[in-house]
């Protein structure tokens, strides 16, 4: 079927050839003053009128191409253009044609001639470029093959489908109108002063940033009146990329998909329009986890005990990290030497949790950030990712792409794996430096391992500028879990955090309480004893004594934190739920657990399969010489710590492939096991 009046529609283009085409003008008085802008209803080209709306066909640059397809969502003239001869500018949305989507693989059927496919996109052009009205109306409409077609004075296209033009997707436009149903309401226009006079005036209110400008142009287009046949939320979303024809005065300039970059015609220099200048986000440091951090609190306004209560608090950094310098100056003479050198490189950080692995990392950036402000070290971007955080391995390269990107661009994953080869294999002269920390790298582990590959082999690269410095929480991850071909490209520069000892905890707490006279000697000596000699972990020894500042509170104690007061917060924790199950557990059940434990440490993931830990326990059985249950016996101990909630046991059957995990923390268990002889060698082997 071809639409009723393409010969109507040539006799009028022939018309316009032959004779000179009437100048558009904008009729009756603005409706609206935003942005620089006077909007308007309707314009007017000789004896036609067009209304916003209307759907309309546009010139196009190729003169043996066809008309583009739009629905005209605004229209306005720039203020102090008035007495000049400007016709006024549109902003249309448009519809594709069944040519614009032959690229298209995606597509849900055969189009027909007279179909078209509405868009979220939509364009800025001159009032010129109309050619003349249409209509689209849905499909439903549509006659019947068949039927008797009407003759029309206006070309009628049917349209069914909605089409993604930046995914290359189609769905149908109910879609958009449940998407439109639940969009939240308008803001509320502030007043705010004009730039003309000193009063203040509503219609002068302007927005903050361009999305609530382009937010209310929209919503203008969408109360204006539509035709009775057109169906559909007027919308849009603008996308820098496509395609735009000629933007001439009688040429439109339209946006289209990527990948037909043939119909590009030339383009020729366009009015402007006004828009709110942008912020300028380049001046700011990305480094989200450090300015997110908080400072320690000074004693002013507070007594001893809320003092030393917020600076306890584990968010709470100190500037420089007692008992940490030897490994800052080898982490910070690293990175300098090969940001000064411009070449990219591997640091392997190892330590169990709590040593302060990511902290002083985070130190060593925020010093080299410091000394690039002042101009003592050439420019370096700073990017963190943290395994734990990221909901597959693959997103590692969105956050990275996100965080090297000049405006936090986010792609998916595949593309964004492809910009970072293409940045870091390829050579520019003005490329800069870029320092990535990725914690918990175990987490990014999968069965082929080619993230890992991807972000070792980086850095090795000539002109990649990348340097790498991961962090994991046991020492042999790479020779335990990773392939030789990953392993041999992280390099040999590793660098491991041992466990606190009591004496550096006694100097980690004291460096937070300085200045404040809050706890006693004796009270801190005996939580550092404690800690250390389970699991040396500096976040454990501030927890206690933050609880034990909030029992002497509660104890009506103004003074100091006595070490009756850190018992009584010991005795708290041994008295845990977990904690009493576990001690009151079975033997069995007790090396069931340190099996776990025994995989978790060796492997580096907080993950085991049921024949992991079997293999495990039969290990320790035949350790401490007590004979060996079967597998059936283990399968039920599995099951009751379970239902016991001491484990998270995958549910299903799924046999010696069941994947299990702790629901305690690790400290927990560390506690509760702290006799037990077969925890030894398991601590052995970390």
């Known amino acids: 079927q071809m639409p009723s009046s393409q010969a109507h529609r040539r006799k009028k283009k022939k018309v316009a050839l032959e004779q000179p085409r009437a100048v558009p003008m904008l009729v009756g008085e603005p409706i609206r003053r935003q942005q620089g802008k006077l909007f308007y209803e309707r314009f007017t080209v000789g004896e036609d009128e067009f209304c916003v709306g209307d759907d309309v066909l546009l010139k196009n640059s190729d003169p043996n191409a066809m008309p583009y397809v739009c629905r005209i969502l605004a229209l306005f003239l720039h203020e102090g253009d008035e007495d000049e001869e400007h016709t006024g500018f549109m902003k249309v949305q448009w519809f594709y044609r069944p040519s614009d989507v032959a690229h298209s693989k995606k597509k849900p059927c055969t189009p027909e001639v007279d179909e078209v496919f509405e868009t979220m996109e939509d364009d800025e052009n001159e009032l010129g470029v109309v050619d003349c009205k249409c209509r689209v109306l849905d499909w439903a409409k549509r006659p019947a093959k068949g039927d008797n077609i009407p003759e029309r004075d206006i070309d009628v296209f049917y349209c069914r489908y909605l089409y993604d033009v930046v995914k290359d997707r189609f769905g149908p436009r109910t879609q958009k109108k ?161 940001i000064q050198a411009g070449v990219g490189a591997c640091m392997f950080v190892s330590g169990v949790p709590g040593t302060g692995k990511t902290a002083t990392i985070r130190n060593v950036a925020r010093a080299l950030v410091d000394e690039r402000d002042q101009g003592e070290l050439p420019h370096f971007e700073f990017v963190e990712v943290n395994g734990m955080s990221l909901t597959s391995p693959q997103q590692v390269f969105v956050e990275i792409w996100a965080g090297l990107s000049e405006q936090g661009t986010r792609v998916t994953a595949n593309h964004a794996m492809e910009l970072l080869a293409k940045r870091f294999t390829t050579a520019s002269p003005r490329r800069h430096c870029a320092v990535v920390l990725v914690d918990e790298l175990d987490q990014l582990c999968t069965k082929r391992q080619e993230i890992l590959y991807n972000l070792f082999d980086w850095p090795n690269h000539a002109h990649s500028r990348l340097i790498v410095v991961a962090v994991a929480n046991t020492m042999d991850l790479p020779e335990r879990v990773l392939a030789h071909r990953v392993s041999s490209r992280l390099g040999v520069t590793r660098l491991t955090f041992s466990p606190y000892t009591r004496q550096q905890l006694v100097e980690i707490v004291a460096s937070r309480l300085q200045g404040v006279d809050a706890f006693t000697s004796e009270a801190i000596e005996l939580c550092s004893r404690k800690v250390a000699a389970v699991s040396g972990d500096a976040r454990r020894a501030l927890d206690i004594c933050r609880r034990a500042v909030e029992i002497a509170e509660a104890s009506g104690s103004k003074t100091k934190v006595h070490i009756d007061h850190v018992n009584t917060t010991l005795q708290e924790m041994a008295a845990t739920p977990a904690v009493v199950a576990i001690s009151h557990s079975s033997l069995h059940e007790r090396l069931f657990l340190i099996a776990i434990l025994s995989h978790f440490t060796s492997s580096g993931i907080e993950e085991a399969t049921f024949h992991d830990a079997v293999r495990n326990h039969l290990t320790l059985c035949r350790l401490r010489g007590i004979s060996a249950p079967s597998v059936s016996t283990l399968a039920a101990v599995c099951n009751r710590l379970g239902a016991c909630r001491i484990l998270l046991v995958e549910p299903g059957y799924h046999d010696i492939h069941q994947r299990i995990r702790l629901n305690c923390t690790r400290e927990d268990l560390l506690f509760a096991l702290r006799d037990e002889p077969a925890l030894k060698s398991v601590q052995g082997l970390a």
């Open 178 to 338: 449940a998407k439109a149903a639940k969009a939240p309401p308008p803001k509320k226009v502030r007043r705010r002063r004009s730039d003309e006079d000193d009063s203040y005036s509503e219609s002068d209110a302007e927005e903050d940033d361009d999305e609530e400008e382009e937010g209310e142009e929209e919503s203008d287009a969408s109360s204006a009146s539509e035709p009775e046949d057109a169906e559909g939320s007027v919308g849009s979303e603008s996308d820098d990329g496509g395609r735009k024809a000629q933007a001439s005065q009688g040429t439109p300039k339209r946006k289209s998909a990527p990948t037909t970059p043939r119909k590009t015609p030339g383009r020729t220099p366009v009015r402007t329009p006004k828009r709110t200048p942008k912020r300028d986000l380049s001046a700011i440091m990305r480094v989200p986890t450090m300015s997110a951090e908080r400072s320690l609190p000074g004693p002013a306004d507070e007594d001893a005990l809320q003092s030393a209560r917020s600076r306890l608090h584990v968010s709470a950094v100190p500037k420089d990290l007692p008992c940490r310098e030897m490994e800052f100056v080898e982490i910070c003479t690293f990175v300098k030497e090969k």
